[in-house]
């Protein structure tokens, strides 16, 4: 079956660093991967779509890279503030008549500190 | 702003008592989604409405059902809640059928208690 694993429940890291949250997946082959930010008692909030033909994709200090090869999606934030601070989910999507339905996985639990 | 909008925030029933949660949205998508979320979990797919079509999830229990009179409506009913249904319920949105890979639209949830 499908299994799609993000590297860690919880990572911690020093305000001015670089986060980096792994997406691994299995038994999948997915169109696209897309990372959302879902903060305590919140909906998650879209932040980054990435398809399977692209290496890497931009968006002010956060970056993501998809290697179908290697089955994972990494994704970086930049000079990381304590407002990062929050669960980032990843989810994958395929081509197709069912295109628009994602799988998530778990998420990460990003906190910087101070 | 246009958003999804999901109520009540916060849902306390009893054991075996009908319970439902609304979900509204003004970004006219054509798809509403219903997950359940509990702690430290991936939200997990019930079931979707495309347009009017309803697609149910195999593994969704009979207990769950949902209602969507119009674009912009959509209700989740859980006939009798057992404990286990204790969860964050979050509606979503997204526009399919104009290109694929369109972000999903969530609304703050509701997080239902179970007495």
């Known amino acids: 079956s499908q299994k799609i694993e993000q590297n860690s429940e919880a990572l911690n890291i020093q305000e001015g660093k670089t986060a980096t949250l792994t997406c691994n997946y299995t038994?999948?082959?997915?169109?696209?991967l897309q990372w959302y930010r879902q903060d305590p008692g919140r909906g998650p909030v879209f932040l980054l779509l990435?398809?399977?033909?692209?290496k890497e994709k931009r968006k002010e200090r956060l970056k993501v890279t998809f290697d179908t090869t290697l089955k994972q999606s990494l994704f970086h934030i930049t000079a990381s503030q304590p407002a990062d601070s929050a669960t980032y989910l990843c989810?994958?999507?395929?081509?197709?008549?069912?295109?628009?339905?994602?799988?998530f996985g778990k998420g990460t639990k990003l906190s910087v500190i101070p | 702003d246009a958003m999804v909008i999901q109520n009540p925030r916060y849902q306390v029933t009893q054991f075996g008592k009908p319970v439902t949660l609304s979900c509204s949205q003004t970004?006219?998508?054509?798809?509403m989604y219903w997950y359940q979320q509990k702690s430290s979990q991936a939200p997990k797919l019930l079931f979707h409405?495309?347009?009017?079509?309803?697609?149910n999830e195999a593994d969704t229990p009979d207990n769950f059902q949902s209602r969507r009179p119009n674009t912009s409506f959509c209700f989740l009913d859980i006939r009798s809640p057992g404990l286990g249904d204790a969860a964050m319920y979050l509606c979503?949105?997204?526009?399919?059928?104009?290109?694929?890979?369109?972000?999903?639209?969530f609304g703050d949830g509701t997080r239902l208690s179970i007495l």
């Open positions: 409405y495309y347009d009017k079509d309803f697609n």
């Open positions: 979503a949105t997204s526009r399919a059928g104009t290109g694929p890979n369109q972000p999903q639209h």
């Open positions: 038994n999948y082959s997915p169109a696209y």
């Open positions: 989810a994958l999507g395929d081509s197709g008549a069912g295109s628009y339905q994602l799988t």
């Open positions: 990435i398809r399977e033909n692209e």
């Open positions: 970004l006219n998508h054509n798809v």
